[in-house]
């Protein structure tokens, strides 16, 4: 264990190794100022994590969140069937309350000792006196706007007609007093009631950054979402498919150590900035780079005791000294 990153602190510690050839390392600026009687090899992990660090912070900066990308012409409205069969042993149980609640009302005329018999505070009770036990249908479906169901082909007509929400809850409230006006937009939105010049019901496709980012890396993604990108999004990107394309093949080459195709991606110049940013940053580092794919090392040895001591280290902060940290890690080290 080095207790230091500075390179003359490094530099005296590999000068006890007389026999040391081949040096693994990360693309740190004080370990690229190491000995160069070293073989220096730059971690594959390391150069791949460099790699998706700048896709993603380019496609970030580049792209808004959400990107519109086409417009669903078809009719797109959530319909709940209203079925008073279908609805939950808790819902069942609620109406059986409502109306012994009622009942019970009716015969002593008190709520305090409504409420002090069903255990329910007299707002709830006072509630549930003011349902209409005929109209209950409301309550037994999934969303809670469902009792705008009702008025759901209004709704569509004044919609067609380019009426605003505020002119359909002025309609809607004469003759249902019971109508919100905050109810009633969340269910022409919730419903994505949106009426074009043609008076078509439509549904906005988006596509968001970290879709984009997953696209790229070949991360698990909705096919739906995958077949998106590919059909609106990538004839107004196409530097998406020139990232996508960069990424596997650098994978690619990295996992199979094939030196000629490595230095053809570092002669070779990209329509991205990123792309080539990145590769000048490779070609800063030649030697190096190309031992990755020359020699079978890399740092995950290393890398897997380093999490191990950090995990150590966070479980420690500011309870011992460095002399107590470095005695547990050689105790884990040894039996774990």
Not at 177 to 199: C, F, M, P, W
Not at 241 to 265: C, D, P, S, W
Request: with cysteine.
């Amino acid at each position: 264990m080095i207790y230091s990153r500075e390179t003359k602190d490094v530099q005296d510690v590999l000068n006890t190794f007389i026999n040391l050839k081949v040096l693994s390392r990360d693309r740190g600026a004080q370990y690229k100022r190491l000995s160069n009687k070293y073989d220096h090899i730059t971690d594959g992990f390391h150069l791949l994590l460099n790699l998706t660090d700048r896709i993603q912070n380019f496609i970030k900066k580049r792209l808004p969140y959400r990107v519109k990308v086409a417009v669903d012409q078809q009719i797109f409205i959530k319909k709940s069937s209203i079925v008073y069969k279908n609805k939950s042993i808790n819902l069942k149980n609620k109406a059986k309350i409502i109306k012994a609640v009622k009942k019970y009302y009716l015969e002593n005329g008190s709520t305090r000792i409504t409420a002090k018999v069903f255990h329910l505070s007299r707002n709830t009770i006072k509630e549930y006196l003011k349902i209409d036990e005929n109209n209950m249908s409301y309550m037994f479906t999934r969303d809670k706007s469902s009792y705008y169901i009702i008025y759901h082909e209004f709704i569509v007509k004044r919609k067609n007609e380019k009426f605003t929400n505020k002119e359909i809850y002025d309609e809607l409230v004469v003759y249902d007093k019971k109508v919100k006006y905050s109810a009633l937009s969340s269910y022409i939105r919730t419903n994505q009631i949106e009426i074009d010049e043609k008076g078509t019901h439509r549904n906005n496709i988006y596509i968001t950054n970290s879709q984009i980012i997953k696209y790229i890396f070949g991360w698990k993604l909705n096919e739906i979402k995958q077949k998106n990108i590919e059909t609106f999004l990538l004839k107004k990107h196409p530097l998406i498919v020139e990232l996508k394309t960069y990424f596997k093949t650098f994978r690619q080459i990295l996992q199979q150590h094939n030196i000629g195709a490595m230095k053809k991606v570092l002669k070779h110049k990209y329509k991205s900035i990123v792309l080539n940013k990145f590769t000048e940053s490779l070609i800063n580092d030649y030697e190096s780079v190309i031992n990755t794919c020359k020699y079978h090392y890399n740092n995950s040895q290393v890398e897997g005791q380093v999490s191990k001591i950090k995990r150590i280290k966070h479980s420690m902060y500011g309870k011992a000294k460095i002399t107590t940290l470095r005695n547990k890690t050689l105790f884990q080290s040894a039996y774990f």
